[in-house]
């Protein structure tokens, strides 16, 4: 009998959660997807403007920006509406996400257009914000290859992808892709975003408790560049 304590849905340590992804799930939007990474669910919808922030007139291209939240029961308790502002996790979360999706975009082709990126989080069991990076690059390729047909952008504004994934250490062991159960008890939590040949984006990481090593920190980063790999690749099965 093994020794290694065992995850609470009875994954390997490096297992991704059940993914799925639901393509132009809302028709009003140019790109359009429902993300199921286990039990989270996040709606990503992208809307294009034709006008960019006032400090980018004068043909220096388009931009990309995101918003983030989380629906009031999309939590064990109720969270109330962001009405008298952001908080800081909903700021923080929606600029991780704008800086990962614009490394898939070349941002230079869109013309003076700014592409926003919604991402509503219908049901949370941790990895949220790692999510809504990974289904919003398929929302985000759907969006331009819309535009791409109706002769706006060329096929090159879309870079090729980026996903994102959590990695903790809970018991003293590196799992894969945290449920809220495990990140609630990690020891060390991890967000890493990826493009498709391997180059960091952005990478969070907190020790909870006890500071952790750099060998810890080698083997989390091997095991995200593992799992962002399947994303990716679900990701481009998904496009296809």
């Not at 490394?103 to 049901?123: F, K, M, W």
Request: proline share 5%.
């Amino acid at each position: 009998m093994s020794d290694h304590p065992k995850r609470p849905d009875g994954r390997r340590p490096d297992e991704l959660r059940p993914l799925n992804f639901v393509l132009n799930y809302v028709e009003y939007s140019e790109g359009s997807v429902l993300i199921e990474l286990g039990r989270t669910r996040v709606l990503c919808n992208v809307s294009v403007e034709e006008q960019v922030p006032a400090w980018m007139t004068g043909g220096r291209g388009g931009w990309l920006t995101a918003e983030y939240s989380l629906l009031p029961r999309s939590t064990h308790t109720r969270t109330p509406r962001e009405t008298w502002g952001l908080r800081g996790r909903t700021q923080e979360i929606r600029r991780l996400i704008g800086r990962s999706l614009r490394a898939a975009v070349n941002l230079d082709l869109l013309g003076e257009r700014t592409l926003i990126v919604d991402c509503d989080v219908l049901q949370a069991d941790g990895g949220t914000r790692t999510a809504a990076i990974t289904g919003g690059y398929v929302a985000l390729a759907l969006a331009l290859r819309r535009l791409a047909e109706w002769g706006l952008v060329p096929p090159e504004a879309l870079k090729p992808p980026v996903a994102a994934v959590s990695v903790g250490v809970v018991s003293g062991e590196v799992w894969l892709d945290l449920c809220y159960a495990e990140d609630r008890d990690a020891e060390v939590d991890l967000n890493v975003a990826m493009t498709a040949d391997g180059r960091l984006v952005e990478v969070q990481g907190t020790a909870e408790g006890t500071p952790f090593s750099r060998e810890t920190l080698d083997r989390m980063l091997d095991l995200a560049a593992q799992g962002i790999a399947h994303l990716i690749q679900q990701q481009r099965e998904a496009l296809r």
